[in-house]
């Protein structure tokens, strides 16, 4: 893009601002339960009901019913919530460090797929690095997820910005190619150079 062509960033959250790690939810829930950390692994899995759970069909306690089922574990709602607020690990520092500098050139916003228990907890985690963004959306509270089209639109009205003046990034392909069946320019994140290089023509302030 252009840089007059860019209106809006649009972000995701974990693997771009911040580090997660389904396994330490896994050694958690097995270190919980007995149950070995390999054979919950490998029942895990990102299906129907961790989807209906993150469009907010469903409520954390019939999340938890539906793993007591996939994983063959017995475990409280509390134990559950204790190992599932465990994916969240460290600030991704150089991109969450390009934040402030960033907003004050064009407005930037947050996209992710996230529960309601787990936005609980990342929300005042990293509320700090999280300041400068100018709005927050979470698919538990759009009743869409990406990468759904309808997700990607919803997001463009809401700051009325046309998709394709909106600059996205994210750590899934799924997601970018969603992004990009719409017509929103989108760069898929594997380390915090992707997102460095793409908005350097947006900082005209060297070193930034």
Not at 119 to 130: E, F, G, I, T
Not at 135 to 146: A, D, H, N, P
Request: glycine share 6%.
């Amino acid at each position: 893009m252009k840089p007059g062509h860019v209106q809006a960033v649009l972000f995701d959250f974990g693997g771009v601002l911040i580090e997660i790690d389904f396994d330490r939810v896994l050694r958690r829930w097995a270190a919980l339960s007995g149950e070995r950390f390999e054979s919950l692994k490998a029942r895990f899995h990102h299906g129907e009901a961790y989807q209906c759970h993150e469009r907010g069909e469903i409520t954390a306690a019939r999340y938890y019913e539906s793993l007591r089922q996939s994983l063959g574990i017995n475990l409280p709602d509390a134990a559950f919530e204790d190992g599932w607020n465990a994916v969240f690990g460290a600030e991704i520092a150089p991109t969450v460090a390009l934040l402030p500098a960033l907003a004050a050139r064009v407005p930037i916003y947050l996209f992710s797929n996230t529960n309601l228990a787990h936005y609980r907890c990342w929300s005042p985690r990293y509320a700090a690095a999280l300041r400068p963004l100018h709005r927050i959306f979470v698919s538990f509270e759009m009743g869409l997820r990406k990468p759904e089209a309808a997700s990607f639109e919803y997001v463009a009205r809401a700051i009325g910005v046309p998709l394709d003046h909106i600059l996205f990034f994210d750590d899934t392909v799924a997601n970018i190619n969603g992004a990009r069946a719409v017509g929103m320019p989108a760069v898929l994140v594997n380390n915090p150079d992707d997102v460095l290089r793409a908005v350097a023509h947006l900082n005209p302030t060297p070193g930034v």
